[in-house]
């Protein structure tokens, strides 16, 4: 069954230091993988996604990440974080049958 | 993609009643989604509604809590039945389209 991990439940960070949001997952075939961002009181925002090709995804407000097959991983990162980056950030993979499995979160304080 | 348009954007409820949420997409979809966000945890995929069919339901949740509507490809409601302080959570409807995964900005449901 596929299921997706966050490990880490809360960040902190300065902002203008890079941020790392890791993101595991399992899944039987080939996973379709997504990042949202959750700000509060807001709905979710995509900010990018790998189907397949370059294993480096790039989304909007500068965040990228990594699929790496070998670790199941799909990290996020940013190279400078900005205060308006606060928020709370979901990893999903897609199933074969359309639906999305969210991992539980991980909420991102940027301190100044 | 896909503009999604949920209302309300936020209810107090009586327990014992009964809410309906509404989702409007701008663009005729196939299949869309309802999820629930409990306090601090995340999504979790209540059923898939498509047109014309009965919307398919996830384990945990059953048709006579969350009664769901899809008359046309661009409209779906969903029902909070009969409610107590369990079911205060955030509710979206999501639409799949194309590549991509869509929103709305969903409805905050506090009961008392």
């Known amino acids: 069954a596929q299921s997706v991990t966050q490990p880490d439940i809360h960040i902190t960070v300065s902002e203008g230091a890079s941020l790392e949001l890791r993101c595991n997952y399992s899944?039987?075939?080939?996973?379709?993988l997504f990042w949202y961002v959750q700000s509060p009181g807001q709905g979710l925002q995509l900010l990018l996604k790998?189907?397949?090709?370059?294993?480096l995804v790039q989304g909007i407000k500068g965040f990228e990440a990594e699929f790496k097959r070998s670790q199941s991983s799909f990290n996020l990162r940013k190279p400078s974080v900005h205060w308006s980056d606060a928020a709370e950030y979901f990893c999903?993979?897609?199933?074969?049958?359309?639906?999305?499995?969210f991992g539980t979160g991980t909420r991102l304080t940027v301190i100044p | 993609s896909a503009v999604i348009s949920q209302k309300p954007s936020r209810d107090i409820c009586q327990r014992g009643t009964s809410l309906t949420i509404q989702c409007q997409v701008d663009?005729?979809?196939?299949?869309m989604f309802w999820y629930r966000q409990q306090p601090g945890q995340s999504l979790t995929l209540i059923a898939t509604?498509?047109?014309?069919?009965?919307?398919?339901?996830e384990s945990g949740f059953v048709i006579d809590k969350f009664p769901i509507s899809r008359p046309n490809l661009t409209f779906s409601t969903l029902t909070v039945s009969n409610m107590s302080p369990e079911d205060s959570s955030i509710y979206l409807c999501?639409?799949?389209?194309?590549?991509?995964?869509?929103f709305g900005s969903g409805t905050r449901l506090t009961v008392v």
């Open positions: 999501s639409v799949v389209q194309g590549a991509g995964y869509t």
């Open positions: 899944y039987g075939a080939t996973p379709y």
């Open positions: 790998y189907f397949s090709g370059d294993t």
């Open positions: 999903a993979v897609q199933s074969g049958a359309n639906n999305l499995f």
């Open positions: 663009s005729q979809v196939t299949m």
């Open positions: 509604a498509n047109q014309g069919s009965e919307a398919t339901y």
